[in-house]
């Protein structure tokens, strides 16, 4: 490893408490590890490596330290995740990408673990966006797993962000089936927040979808089982999306999504996710048939939430269908 010039003493000082914490973390006939005293050294390692910017060697004290933390009955698993989770950023500046990925997994496990469903859902989406390019399959199931540990741990009011990056990732990589599941999980979190504004876009959206995948009867369907969201900004715009299908009305369908500047007639377009925006604007056409003749089995959304009626205790599924476009945007 190469030692920035002019940081030599820092990086020996830094070494000379590595060796320190590797005797208290070493096993021996006498005696256990002792990581307190470890966990200490190593990160006195990791401020003396990262004051001369030796990256590796501050990424390899902050895996020590990590472990270390982890295995010290009075540490914290939330210490070590946060230490793992260091070390993937420098791992992700230093372009070295299949080991950020990998700290940023076993950073999220340790998080979920110490019961921390924010964090773990944050660095498990930043390893996804490392892959974007390079895995995008595995790319979209990190972003999906993000979306799991919040839903699961019940932490949806802090899901915002994934929800855009995983639909924006789905939308790029044409996976449409998917990008229709992640709105049935997000019109779930949202029903549970009592979010009637951002519950009536993600019914919209998954609309924009059906009719982007020529299925106009299942986009009306979806349309029909929430009766709340009629009255809505996005219940109209839906409904006027739907006519322009449902009469084969090219003409009605360019004036709801000409863009010039903005929206002449539903606003609400504009507040969208971006990739949704666009298949308003340069993705829909009226086909000659409301069903598509490749279709996909999918589960039918959750109803909104209804401020006159409280949730339902039970809920029954639904079949619903589309197909996936072989041109985007």
Request: hydrophobic share 35%; glycine share 4%; net charge negative.
């Amino acid at each position: 490893m190469s030692v920035p010039k002019g940081m030599e003493s820092r990086v020996a000082e830094g070494d000379k408490y590595i060796k320190e914490g590797d005797k208290h973390a070493k096993k021996s006939f006498f005696h256990s590890p002792d990581w307190d005293n470890a966990g200490v050294f190593y990160e006195k390692a990791v401020n003396c490596y990262r004051s001369a910017k030796a990256f590796e060697q501050t990424k390899d004290a902050l895996k020590k330290a990590s472990n270390a933390a982890y295995q010290n009955p009075n540490g914290t698993t939330y210490t070590a995740a946060k230490h793992l989770q260091e070390a993937a950023k420098i791992a992700r500046d230093q372009k070295q990408i299949e080991e950020a990925v990998e700290l940023f997994v076993q950073a999220t496990n340790l998080y979920r673990e110490d019961g921390k469903a924010v964090s773990a859902a944050d660095a498990i989406t930043d390893a996804a966006k490392l892959l974007d390019d390079k895995d995008p399959e595995r790319s979209m199931e990190l972003l999906k797993q993000a979306l799991e540990i919040l839903e699961i741990d019940d932490k949806e009011a802090y899901s915002g962000d994934t929800f855009q990056k995983t639909i924006s990732l789905l939308l790029k990589h044409k996976k449409y089936k998917d990008v229709i599941e992640v709105y049935q999980s997000q019109c779930r979190a949202l029903k549970k927040l009592t979010n009637p504004h951002d519950l009536n876009k993600a019914i919209l959206s998954m609309i924009i979808i059906y009719l982007y995948c020529d299925d106009v009867v299942q986009a009306r369907k979806v349309y029909q089982e929430n009766m709340d969201f009629y009255g809505s900004d996005a219940g109209r715009a839906a409904s006027d999306l739907l006519d322009a299908f449902e009469n084969r009305d090219p003409e009605k369908l360019a004036q709801l999504t000409q863009f010039k500047g903005k929206f002449p007639k539903h606003a609400i377009f504009n507040n969208l996710y971006q990739g949704i925006m666009q298949i308003v604007q340069n993705g829909l056409k009226v086909s000659e048939s409301l069903v598509s003749e490749n279709p996909v089995t999918l589960e039918a959304p959750p109803p909104p939430y209804s401020p006159t009626a409280p949730p339902s205790s039970s809920s029954t599924t639904t079949t619903t269908t589309t197909t996936q476009e072989d041109e985007l945007l």
